[in-house]
């Protein structure tokens, strides 16, 4: 996602998409272990949307 998409949010749902996004990376680098990672990218782009969120809510601290 766009991080202007990641502003209009509430802390709140930054905070319940940031634990989505967290699980959402275990199991990602859990299907990497076993070999049944389609999608190598996906990791990144999980990583980066994280690093998003906790910048944005670092900036309205």
Do not use: C, G, P, W
Request: aromatic residues 4%; without cysteine.
């Amino acid at each position: 996602m766009k991080a202007q998409h990641y502003r209009e949010m509430s802390r709140d749902e930054l905070d319940d998409k940031l634990e989505d996004l967290q699980k959402h990376l275990f199991d990602l680098h859990s299907q990497a272990v076993t070999e049944k990672l389609e999608n190598s990218k996906a990791v990144i782009n999980v990583r980066r949307d994280i690093a998003r969120i906790k910048t944005i809510m670092h900036e309205s601290k």
